[in-house]
Nanobody, 122 residues
Framework: QVQLMESGGDSVQAGGSLRLSCTDS????????MAWFRQAPGRDREGVAS????????TLADSVKGRFTISRDNAKNTVYLQMNRLKPDDTAMYYC???????????????WGQGTHVSVSS
C-alpha cells in the first residue's frame, strides 16, 4: 500500500517561494511516476507537474511553467515541488499522487496524499 505524506504548505505573499515535499517509503521500489495536483475552492482538481520514476522526464502545466519545478530524490524517497514567483491564483490545496506511467489527469491516479495548503496573498 502506497501512503503519501505532503508537507511544506504555508501562507506567503505574492512573489514569494515555497517548496513542497512528498514522502513515501515505497515510491522508489514501486517505480511510480509522481505528480502534484492542486484544487482551489469551487474548482476542479488540476494537474500541476509530474516526474518520471527515474526523474529524467518532467511535465509542467502551462500555468506554472517558468515558475515551478518538480524533482525527486529517490535516495530520500521524496518528491519536491519548488514554487517560485507565487501568485494569488496559486492558492489551493496541493496534493501528491502516484501511479505507474506519468499523467496529469487526476482521474488516472489511485494513490493520494492528504494535501498541504498553500495560500498566496497579494
Amino acid at each position: 500500500q502506497v501512503q503519501l505524506m505532503e508537507s511544506g504548505g504555508d501562507s506567503v505573499q505574492a512573489g514569494g517561494s515555497l517548496r513542497l515535499s512528498c514522502t513515501d517509503s515505497r515510491i522508489t521500489r514501486s517505480n511510480f511516476c509522481m505528480a502534484w495536483f492542486r484544487q482551489a475552492p469551487g474548482r476542479d482538481r488540476e494537474g500541476v507537474a509530474s516526474v518520471s520514476a527515474l526523474g529524467d522526464s518532467t511535465t509542467l502545466a502551462d500555468s506554472v511553467k517558468g515558475r515551478f519545478t518538480i524533482s525527486r530524490d529517490n535516495a530520500k524517497n521524496t518528491v519536491y515541488l519548488q514554487m517560485n514567483r507565487l501568485k494569488p491564483d496559486d492558492t489551493a490545496m496541493y496534493y501528491c499522487a502516484a501511479r505507474r506511467g506519468c499523467s496529469l489527469d487526476p482521474k488516472q491516479f489511485v494513490y493520494w496524499g492528504q494535501g498541504t495548503h498553500v495560500s498566496v496573498s497579494s
